[in-house]
């Protein structure tokens, strides 16, 4: 888990694979991102800040596999691969001890680490809070920061964006926070330039990291924020972190609809209790109604995530997470309303929900996620799980992996596949497994062997092989 592996050109043979490739999926590639070097010099950054580390799974023709991994160039991972050891701040990391060690350091590195997306002949490697960096699509060497001809230069891009795939759209959105946080939804068509870009200003701080999309809405949760101030003073002095700064405020939840198609004001829409929302489903229009599926935290911290506990402590992704468990729900809000209704999903604990790539902000039949078997934690993950979004009352498809397997985010593939990368840490190995997406709980149809590595947080489909 902390290791700093390098670049891998890997291929697996058609003979070493348990199962056999679908054909439908010869010819494509399964991408991911996460931070794939966390242990500097001996000190340990936290997940959030560790160098992106891009996965290509490219499947052949002749059903092998090859592997192509590559750390993301950006100027970070320069300057800490020539001094070997951390040289830059990060969102939850200092690079010493000692507050003095922090001191003018500058602003949280830009580790590209968190998504990968293939727009516009580039594969766009994504950061919480700075811009995409743009990789060869075929190399995955690092062409550099993409502002799409300056349309995020100095903008603090979150790491998710949306394809709306009708209208060859990549969405993404900034955040400027300060006594009111300005959001800026930003359109690029399918050769990258600026179509259409829609602001708003919320009272307050707020916190994002994903959203979603209808036809007709920007759809974000509220998740107000407290800055603290004692621990924010003392980040400026170089003894803590941005991460540690900034606490939930309790209240009911509520969500923004922003008006996508046509100008107009945000709505904001009282949801039914308390919800922070990390990460969205999908969201659809059905007439004037909306719909929003998404996994909601009644309660949230920052910075205990993925077993973290400070620069000197193992990491150790397998602890039970302190947080109270994501629920799957189902937010609907009528026409004109400012309250909304909701339903859960599930019995489970779901995190990573992901619908069809090509049905964001559309009606879907399924949404998958990662989860666990004990219902009662959302994290770690040992499970994949497929939800009947037309049929919520049919018990959900589960797959559990083996014990002490922790299981990633579940990435679709067309003609209704599932993948997923499972990683025993105390066998060194990890596996790409491949589910039929209506069949989750028979398990993989496909595993393919590779050596541990490193957790990732997103990825994504890509038909190019
Ligand atoms: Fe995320």
Redesign the pocket.
């Known amino acids: 888990m902390t290791a700093h592996p390098g670049a891998l050109e890997l291929h697996v043979e058609a003979s070493r694979i348990e199962g056999v490739i679908p054909p439908a999926l010869r010819g494509g590639r399964v991408l991911s991102n996460g931070p794939g070097w966390l242990d500097i010099g001996g000190r340990l950054a936290h997940p959030f800040d560790g160098h992106g580390y891009v996965r290509s799974f490219e499947f052949q023709a002749d059903g092998s596999l090859k592997l192509r991994a590559r750390f993301v160039d950006t100027p970070v991972y320069r300057d800490e691969l020539a001094a070997g050891r951390l040289v830059h701040r990060g969102l939850g990391t200092n690079v010493g001890s000692h507050f003095w060690q922090n001191l003018g350091v500058g602003a949280p590195r830009n580790v590209a680490n968190?998504?990968i997306v293939p727009w516009a002949g580039r594969l766009l490697a994504g950061w919480e809070g700075g811009a995409p960096y743009a990789l060869d699509p075929e190399t995955l060497a690092t062409r550099g920061e993409e502002t799409f001809g300056g349309a995020l230069a100095k903008q603090a891009t979150l790491?998710?964006f949306k394809i709306d795939s009708a209208q060859q759209r990549l969405v993404s959105c900034s955040i400027a926070m300060g006594p009111q946080t300005k959001i800026t939804f930003r359109e690029f068509d399918a050769q990258g330039a600026l179509a259409t870009t829609k602001e708003v200003a919320l009272p307050g701080q707020h916190f994002a990291?994903?959203f979603v999309i209808t036809p007709r809405w920007y759809v974000l949760a509220s998740n107000p924020l407290r800055m603290k101030f004692g621990e924010l003073a003392l980040t400026l002095l170089g003894a803590s972190t941005l991460l540690n700064s900034i606490a939930t405020k309790e209240g009911p939840g509520e969500l923004y609809l922003i008006p996508r198609d046509r100008p107009g004001p945000l709505r904001t829409v009282t949801l039914p209790g308390p919800a922070f929302v990390?990460?969205y489903g999908n969201a659809f229009d059905e007439g004037q109604t909306v719909h929003v599926d998404a996994s909601l935290f009644e309660h949230f911290e920052f910075g205990v995530e993925f077993g973290y506990r400070g620069p000197d402590a193992p990491l150790d992704p397998s602890l039970p997470d302190t947080r109270a468990p994501q629920r799957l729900y189902r937010i609907s809000v009528g026409p004109n309303a400012s309250e909304a209704s909701w339903k859960q999903l599930a019995r489970h604990a779901i995190d990573f929900p992901r619908v069809h790539p090509e049905h964001d902000g559309l009606d879907t039949p399924a949404l998958f996620g990662t989860t666990r078997a004990d219902t009662a934690h959302s994290d770690p993950f040992d499970s994949l799980i497929r939800v009947d979004l037309k049929d919520p009352e049919r018990p959900s498809e589960v797959w559990t992996a083996k014990e002490n397997v922790l299981v990633g985010e579940p990435l679709l593939a067309p003609e209704e596949f599932v993948l997923a990368v499972t990683s025993a840490g105390l066998e060194g190995r990890s596996n790409l497994c491949v589910f039929k997406a209506a069949e989750l709980s028979k398990g993989p149809v496909a595993s393919v062997p590779l050596p541990l590595l490193p957790y990732a947080?997103?990825g994504t489909w890509s038909a190019r092989g």
Do not use: E, I, P, Y
């Open positions: 968190t998504t790491a998710h990291h994903d990390v990460h947080f997103h």
